[in-house]
């Protein structure tokens, strides 16, 4: 993919719709990718910590740093960036965000530029890998990189430590290979239920809970859905943490939901948070699920055709990225569906 070298401030109102975080990281990789310079104005402006926090200065630092980029406002709660990139920059680089936030968000920042950077790279990003509100490592691994080798972006992921809130602390590794294309999805039915796998896993932390987790699954859906595997494990960390993941496979796709314990948090509530999420899903016609939705639309506004996607319920994060891929891309991006309901995403780049 041919990157256009285009001399252009793009403004992005950074409150604009869910207001987080999600608009800075996208404007970033969109910089990157058409080397057009972006203003991020009113940055996290409706939360109550507005401005930028550790992990969203990381992923400032880590794009600029795969850009050789000059940033102006990248400082504690600074609520107005000005990123200027100068080309996209392969190589092997290390980020350490220094609190548990998300190192899956970082890398999802990134990974598209280098993958069309023309060579290999090697991330290696220290934080939070398992936090609330972010895809959790395993959620990348298993159902976040597998759609997007699909559409050609080729990486492996591998995780050393696990890193849990408050602490962090936990470390992953990406490596990332050169791309040509993106190729564009058809997902607009799911087909037929094949299999229901996943992971009840603990850190630190004694393995009946893991088994108390997995036991909750079988007790809430084993009887009328095929479970081929709750897998137990115990991931390495610092700190305690637990993860329950389930992973529905289709004929056509796949969805991924998770939960995670914390302190006062019984093992079947974390278990029953997941199966509840799965089983709202269930009950819609999506092909994929909300998460995945909001983050392939970024790859796919470059693809060399058109995409369809049936999700199972359109989120303000996914509107928000519409809005911020129009600002930078002649991209169409047509949202069939009132937010909070299951809907049809079509993407024609």
Not at 49 to 60: F, T
Not at 204 to 224: F, S, T
Request: proline content about 6%; overall charge neutral; hydrophobic content about 40%.
């Amino acid at each position: 993919m041919r990157l256009p070298y285009v001399l252009k401030m793009i403004e992005i109102d950074g409150s604009q719709g869910e207001g987080g975080g999600q608009v800075l990281r996208t404007a970033l990789s969109l910089s990157l990718l058409t080397q057009e310079e972006v203003k991020i104005i009113n940055i996290r402006a409706g939360r109550s910590k507005p401005g930028l926090r550790p992990q969203h200065l990381e992923a400032v630092e880590a794009a600029a740093a795969i850009g050789r980029a000059r940033a102006s406002g990248a400082h504690p709660d600074s609520t107005a960036l000005t990123f200027r990139p100068a080309g996209i920059h392969p190589g092997g680089y290390q980020f350490d965000i220094g609190t548990a936030g998300a190192t899956t968000l970082v890398l999802q920042t990134i990974c598209l530029p280098l993958a069309m950077a023309g060579a290999k790279s090697s991330v290696t990003i220290t934080g939070g890998t398992h936090v609330k509100w972010s895809p959790c490592y395993h959620y990348l691994e298993l159902q976040w990189l597998p759609f997007m080798r699909r559409m050609g972006c080729q990486a492996d992921l591998n995780m050393e430590l696990a890193g849990y809130y408050p602490q962090g602390d936990g470390r992953m590794h990406a490596t990332i290979y050169p791309g040509e294309r993106i190729e564009p999805l058809e997902l607009t039915e799911r087909g037929q239920l094949k299999q229901i796998r996943g992971l009840s896993a603990i850190s630190n932390l004694p393995r009946h809970i893991a088994k108390r987790q997995r036991e909750q699954v079988l007790r809430r859906i084993g009887d009328r859905y095929y479970l081929s595997d709750i897998r137990l494990a115990e991931l390495p960390s610092r700190f305690k943490g637990t993860l329950l993941l389930l992973l529905a496979e289709f004929e056509h796709s796949q969805v991924c939901y998770f939960s995670l314990g914390e302190l006062g948090k019984p093992a079947e509530r974390v278990a029953d948070e997941a199966v509840d999420a799965l089983e709202e899903f269930l009950s819609t016609d999506g092909a994929i699920d909300q998460y995945l939705a909001d983050q392939v639309l970024l790859p796919l506004a470059f693809a060399h055709g058109p995409t369809r996607l049936r999700t199972s319920k359109i989120t303000r994060h996914l509107i928000t990225n519409a809005a911020v891929l129009r600002s930078f891309l002649p991209v169409q991006i047509d949202i069939q569906a009132d937010l909070g309901e299951p809907g049809l995403v079509t993407i024609k780049p």
